[in-house]
């Protein structure tokens, strides 16, 4: 019995490591114009350009039919709050980023670091609605 509890204890540290994630993946960038420092937010352009796709290709009706105050909260506020203040599990300040919405809906749509993808999970016109309502908790 000794032996199973210690095995349970390492596989939960185990997992709790992994879980926890790092921001190493971000980088920082220089904007030659202004010399100003900025956050890089780390997609390729591939997944930008497949963004953008979806944006374009997303049906505004469905988009604006989706409840993604209420998918926020189902998917996201786990790790982000309900206000996306929280930064649990290295998740983003979503409050007080500056993403735009081609960033945010390829990282919906693609994930990063600790955080799945939802490519397959969702629809696409909700990963939109979801990327669009991340701009009502900047006010």
């Known amino acids: 019995m000794k032996v199973l509890h210690s095995i349970m204890t390492i596989v939960v540290v185990g997992f709790t490591i992994v879980a926890c994630g ?5 980088k ?10 900025i956050e890089a937010i780390g997609q390729p352009d591939e997944q930008i350009r497949v963004a953008k796709s979806l944006i374009a290709s997303s049906d505004a009706s469905k988009i604006k039919a ?3 105050k ?4 189902n998917y996201c506020a786990v790790c982000h709050g309900r206000k996306g203040n929280m930064e649990i599990n290295g998740a983003e300040k979503l409050s007080k980023s500056s993403a735009s919405l ?3 809906v390829a990282q919906i749509y ?8 939802f490519k397959g999970i969702i629809k696409n016109e909700e990963i939109v609605a979801v990327a669009k309502y991340l701009d009502e908790l900047k006010k």
């Open 22 to 26: 790092t921001q190493s993946d971000k």
């Open 28 to 37: 920082s960038t220089r904007v030659e114009s202004s010399e100003i420092e």
């Open 66 to 68: 989706v409840n993604a």
């Open 70 to 73: 209420k998918m926020f909260k």
């Open 102 to 104: 081609e960033q945010r």
């Open 110 to 117: 693609f994930g990063k670091g600790t955080m799945a993808p």
